[in-house]
């Protein structure tokens, strides 16, 4: 049976003026937050024919909006809402990571389950695991929904209120063509001259952030495991204790109560587990997003390299152009050598190769400007948002950590419990 979820809804502002250079910077509290109520409500399971007419069967997910202005009234009016697939999701995450190159975008939740422990199923259609991927791709609307800049953007809204059509407004945008050309850019390899040290750092921190929280994942995994164990095991006592009461009349209660206490003991860790895998989602959370650190990263060094390019391309041309006219030739070239072996061109050539050396290193120059400017920019506003990112990072992290640190007390103080009542019923017998 599908679990009842906890509906959290979040605030979302929608300010378009001027596009994307002149988006409004609004702090928690301000019109950002107060326009519209954000969940993703329940997850259900359908089928259909794919796009090569093959059934299948897949899951999707129901997002409810409401306009803050209603709840503000005193009114209540029932959500808007409209179902999406995962693969939507995707589609949206992608659109936004090439339209804004400079901004950490929020990862979602794993299409298929790793670093689970091998008790529990890594089907995609397992209930409590869409269960799980509900939450996450809630939180990842939220956390869309609160970005000063994400937020703006007009396909996050048709994606939230039309059913029909968003798809094709992402088409409109050129979004594909985008897609490929920075696919084929972040693949191609090349060393930056001039990196920016404090991008190289951030990519450093984004490797270590994946490592360590990748070995924390499987440490955790291999806890549980053991962890499962010990509590199957109790199953033990509690028919052991069960059988030996059959046999004891003056002992036989309390050894029956005592298998009861350590039955119950042994089956609660089932559900204990399955929450422990919501704090794993947490941490799995933030192995994405070191993902998404190291592209901002690897945005810097494409807008650098090419920018040394284009500067490179610049110096060479205005060599050409001295050379020319001076006649002097400074580095060896095979029209130079032409030259010497066939005599100097006519005076009219000559002028027709100034004119278009001209012509190349005035667009060069402009070319350079373009770039530095796209990468001063890129730098600027990327730097501010990984400094957000790490904010967020450091509060989320923390919360997460001790939570799971209290679960971990509040099971063996559970542990405690259980023995401590099997104490009791010994000490009646």
Request: hydrophobic share 35%; charged share 30%.
């Amino acid at each position: 049976m599908q679990k009842q979820s906890t509906k959290v809804y979040f605030k979302l502002v929608l300010y378009m003026h001027g596009g994307i250079r002149n988006v409004m910077m609004v702090e928690e509290g301000s019109t950002l937050l107060r326009r519209m109520e954000i969940c993703v409500a329940e997850a259900e399971k359908r089928s259909g024919k794919n796009a090569v007419n093959m059934q299948e069967t897949f899951t999707v997910y129901l997002i409810e909006t409401r306009p803050m202005d209603a709840v503000a009234e005193g009114r209540n009016p029932a959500p808007d809402s409209l179902w999406r697939r995962y693969s939507e999701f995707e589609l949206l995450r992608n659109y936004l990571i090439v339209t804004y190159p400079y901004i950490v975008v929020p990862p979602l939740p794993e299409k298929r389950a790793e670093f689970v422990w091998h008790k529990l199923s890594a089907d995609n259609m397992d209930p409590d695991f869409v269960e799980r991927r509900r939450v996450g791709l809630e939180n990842f609307l939220l956390r869309v929904a609160s970005h000063p800049v994400l937020s703006n953007d007009k396909i996050l809204y048709h994606f939230l209120t039309e059913e029909h059509g968003w798809k094709e407004a992402v088409c409109e945008t050129g979004f594909q063509a985008k897609v490929d050309s920075r696919l084929r850019a972040l693949s191609a390899t090349f060393r930056v001259r001039n990196p920016d040290k404090r991008f190289m750092e951030m990519k450093h921190y984004s490797d270590e952030l994946q490592s360590h929280t990748s070995q924390l994942l499987r440490a955790r995994a291999r806890v549980a495991d053991r962890l499962y164990g010990v509590y199957k095991v109790h199953g033990n006592y509690g028919r052991v204790f069960s059988e030996w009461s059959a046999i004891e009349k003056e002992m036989g209660d309390g050894l029956q109560s005592a298998g009861h206490h350590m039955d119950a003991y042994a089956a609660s860790i089932d559900d204990i587990l399955e929450e422990e895998e919501h704090y794993a989602d947490q941490l799995k959370e933030y192995l994405s997003y070191a993902e998404a650190l190291r592209a901002v990263c690897r945005k810097h060094e494409l807008s650098q390299f090419e920018l040394e390019m284009a500067s490179q391309d610049l110096i060479s041309k205005k060599q050409q152009r001295e050379e020319l006219t001076t006649g002097i030739v400074r580095t060896f070239s095979f029209k130079g050598m032409t030259n010497k072996l066939f005599g100097q061109e006519a005076p009219e050539q000559r002028e027709a190769r100034l004119k278009l050396l001209e012509e190349l290193i005035a667009e060069g120059e402009e070319s350079v400007k373009e770039k530095t400017v796209e990468r001063e920019e890129h730098v600027e506003r990327a730097w501010v948002d990984m400094q957000r990112f790490k904010e967020q990072k450091d509060k989320d992290l923390r919360e997460a950590l001790i939570s799971y640190a209290v679960m971990q007390i509040s099971m063996c103080k559970k542990g405690i419990q259980v023995w401590g009542n099997a104490k009791e019923c010994f000490l009646k017998m």
